[in-house]
């Protein structure tokens, strides 16, 4: 049995396996007649939504449990949750603030579990993010040599899309204002996965000729009390035109979403025709198919 933490739980080939397998037109339904349990501590749009079609189109039956519903760790453990949950469901899906819960949830799971957003880590969006770019750009094969740029704070979905895209051969830099550059253990676990990583607090020379452009919000979910803060540590890191004009000319934008216009990104990026953000938000469901299908093949 296999688990989903992070894209570097994965082999390379394995990666690509849930890529192509995401974008089969007949998958088996191999989670007929089962139930597949997602569990939220934070809200989301894309991951619940894109998740639970994606167990439908497999045959099977989600059951999205909201943040007051369950209470973990304060109405009852993760692990007597995730022990209770594996009881009816094949596979167990998590959003959590601490990544460490589903390092708990691993160690007694009798089902394979699923990382829908941790603090740490965000997979199931840098399959999707990988999806969009080998979409764009000719096939998973042909990202190698490639390059994106992650202009932002160094949180969940900047060490996910740096380990998908990086493990498919792309070079990847990372720009960050001081104080908020990936860890030092989140770099080397990166570069431990064979990626080449740039990392630098400019993002105008880490947008220099690159293939792809992609941010994040400055604060993520659970850092609210940190926004003004944030606002003020992160000015110059808005993508605007002027800086997509410093990439290749066939480039193209990307943003997991929720978007904050004007923040992290000006509207008329988000909207432009460099834009692929609603082709990536699609590719989620995608994405997850691939992920569930071979969990579901591992066991
Ligand atoms: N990108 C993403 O995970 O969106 P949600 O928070 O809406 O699920
Ligand atoms: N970094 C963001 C991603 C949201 C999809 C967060 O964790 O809130």
């Known amino acids: ?19 192509e397998r995401g974008t089969h037109a007949q998958l088996t339904k191999v989670l007929d007649g089962q139930g597949v349990a997602l569990l939220f501590e934070k809200p989301s749009a894309r991951t619940r939504n894109s998740m639970e079609m994606a167990v439908v189109q497999l045959g099977g039956h989600p059951l999205t449990i909201r943040p007051d519903e369950v209470g973990l760790d ?54 999707a993010d990988v999806l969009t ?26 060490r996910s899309l740096a380990l998908a895209t990086g493990m498919l051969g792309m070079q990847v830099r ?13 770099i080397s676990r990166v570069q431990d996965a064979g990626v080449a990583l740039e990392c630098t607090n400019d993002p105008m020379a880490a947008c220099q000729g690159a293939d792809a452009v992609y941010t994040d919000v400055w604060t993520s979910m659970g850092q609210e009390a940190e926004s003004i803060q944030r606002r003020a540590a992160f000015a110059g890191f808005t993508v605007t035109d002027d800086l997509m004009a410093l990439a290749a000319p066939d480039s193209v934008f990307l943003h997991c979403l929720p978007a904050h216009r004007d923040e992290e990104v000006t509207n008329a990026v988000l909207e432009g025709s460099r834009s ?24």
Not at 139 to 156: E, F, H, M, P, S
């Open 133 to 158: 770019l080998a979409q764009e750009f000719g096939g998973i094969d042909a990202l190698a040599g490639r390059t994106v740029t992650y202009v932002g704070d160094g949180n969940n979905v900047a």
């Open 276 to 299: 692929r953000v609603w082709a990536q938000a699609a590719n989620r469901m995608h994405a997850a198919r691939g992920a569930l299908h071979w969990l579901m093949e591992q066991r």
């Open 1 to 19: 049995m296999r688990h989903l933490l992070e894209i570097d739980d994965l082999s390379v080939g394995e990666l690509t396996d849930i890529l």
């Open 174 to 186: 990372v720009a960050t204002p001081v104080g908020y550059e990936l860890s030092s253990s989140d």
């Open 74 to 127: 304060t109405r009852e453990t993760v692990e007597d949750v995730v022990r209770t949950l594996a009881g009816y469901h094949s596979i167990i899906g998590a959003r959590v603030f601490e990544h460490a819960k589903l390092e708990r949830a691993i160690a007694v799971s009798a089902v394979p579990v699923v990382n829908m957003l941790s603090d740490e880590a965000h997979p199931l969006q840098g399959l």
